[in-house]
């Protein structure tokens, strides 16, 4: 099925990346198998929530909003096999009845499964890696519309890979997640001195199952985030005026027009955040409102160099005096064994720079991003980066391993668009 467009024109969520594709939108997987055998070059769209140029295409366009829901579970084993279109915000609703949730889950929840998965997305968690590491099996439609089923067992190398493919080895129509119980989780927001967290952050990142802190430039006060599972009453989030995401659109704008204002506005920290608590079931309370659009870059650095490397980023922001309101994020990430997951075989602290969207985002990731590599960073799939083939090669002990699986797979180049060649051809 064709999706109606006016101008025939898609765009990401940031609108950094913007192409004129045909997208189409299959009802069920064998309408998928008719699209995918008819058309020589495809690429599929989730939720847009990338900031690279992963999907970008002038060809034709994927859309699997179609295929969401569950389709099967399995209650002892805590597991179910969920259609790969189906958005992360809709996973809590779909599990609850089932009494299952996720183990963990970023902050952002509008990409669909299959996108997330595909990327590499994670949360925060020193015990925890990214989302693709639960998975326990997906479904894979080739270039040559066969349909595989890949995990420990069967198709074992694409399991592998496939976890983490930026969807080019086919498309995710389903995917078996490891999941849990349902569990609440008490969230706790505070302004705590940089210093403290500089001195006492490798005892609390295993003191509490998440943590992470926002750094800003011109200010001595970081933003700390913790969540801890509990039994206690829920008391959910109240909606505050102004809301913290009206107040991030305010200050960025204020920064884009006046940039002299940016040192005094993040002083203003303590006037604008307020401790709080709230306690709630882990879907309600991963997610937060995220409405200022921004663009990103995110590398993921080994852990035991993370503090060093965030140190000299900020550094290196202040001395240049950058127009930038929005923080620097600071999570962890445990280590998994999936080829071209930034986090394969290394605990990682992961760094992300964001730019509000209306700033040109290029002068500030153009100072950041040697600082990144220099401390062995990964870079996040679904983020801005500059990085290709030749370099990234070097930072994967799998990736000739990948890409000969790739073309095995895909010898005609189906599922590769211009952005994805530069990153896997040499």
Not at 58 to 71: A, M, P, R
Not at 95 to 104: D, G, K, S, V
Not at 185 to 198: G, Y
Not at 324 to 349: A, C, H, T
Request: net charge neutral; charged share 20%.
């Amino acid at each position: 099925m064709k999706i109606q467009q006016a101008d025939n024109r898609w765009q990401n969520w940031s609108g950094s990346q913007q192409a004129h594709p045909e997208i189409l939108q299959p009802r069920h997987v064998n309408e998928l198998r008719k699209i995918v055998k008819s058309y020589a070059h495809i690429r599929v769209v989730g939720a847009g929530h990338s900031f690279s140029a992963l999907v970008k295409t002038d060809k034709i366009l994927l859309n699997l909003d179609q295929l969401k829901g569950v389709v099967a579970f399995d209650e002892d084993k805590s597991q179910c096999t969920v259609q790969a279109g189906t958005r992360l915000e809709d996973l809590g609703e779909y599990l609850a009845p089932i009494n299952q949730a996720l183990m963990n889950q970023g902050d952002i929840d509008q990409q669909s499964l299959a996108g997330a998965i595909s990327t590499g997305t994670h949360g925060t968690g020193i015990n925890l890696p990214c989302l693709s590491a639960f998975v326990k099996g997906f479904e894979l439609l080739t270039a040559e519309g066969e349909l595989l089923q890949c995990d420990d067992q069967q198709n074992t190398a694409i399991f592998q890979a496939g976890r983490v493919a930026l969807g080019s080895l086919g498309v995710l129509t389903k995917i078996t997640l490891q999941n849990r119980p349902r569990y609440k989780l008490k969230e706790q927001i505070r302004l705590c001195p940089i210093q403290d967290v500089f001195t006492h952050i490798d005892q609390w990142k295993n003191q509490h199952r998440h943590i992470e802190f926002w750094a800003f430039i011109h200010s001595d006060q970081v933003m700390l985030k913790t969540l801890d599972e509990t039994d206690e009453a829920i008391q959910p989030r109240q909606d505050s005026w102004p809301s913290e995401d009206a107040l991030l659109t305010l200050c960025s704008e204020l920064t884009r027009v006046i940039p002299a204002s940016n040192p005094y506005l993040q002083k203003l920290l303590r006037v604008f955040v307020k401790p709080t608590r709230h306690v709630d079931w882990s879907s309600q309370i991963f997610p937060t409102p995220r409405h200022t659009r921004f663009n990103e870059m995110e590398y993921q650095v080994p852990v035991e160099l993370g503090l060093q490397c965030l140190e000299e980023v900020l550094a290196t922001l202040r001395k240049h005096q950058v127009a930038m309101f929005f923080p620097i994020e600071f999570r962890y990430v445990k280590g998994d064994n999936i080829w071209l997951s930034p986090f394969y075989q290394r605990d990682s602290v992961s760094i992300s720079i964001h730019q509000f969207y209306k700033q040109d985002y290029h002068a500030i990731f153009d100072l950041v991003e040697p600082i990144l590599q220099k401390y062995q960073g990964r870079p996040h799939w679904g983020k801005l980066h500059s990085m290709t083939a030749a370099s990234l090669r070097d930072l994967y002990p799998k990736w000739d391993d990948f890409m000969a699986l790739r073309q095995q797979l895909d010898p005609q180049q189906k599922w590769l668009n211009p952005y994805l060649k530069q990153l896997f051809l040499l």
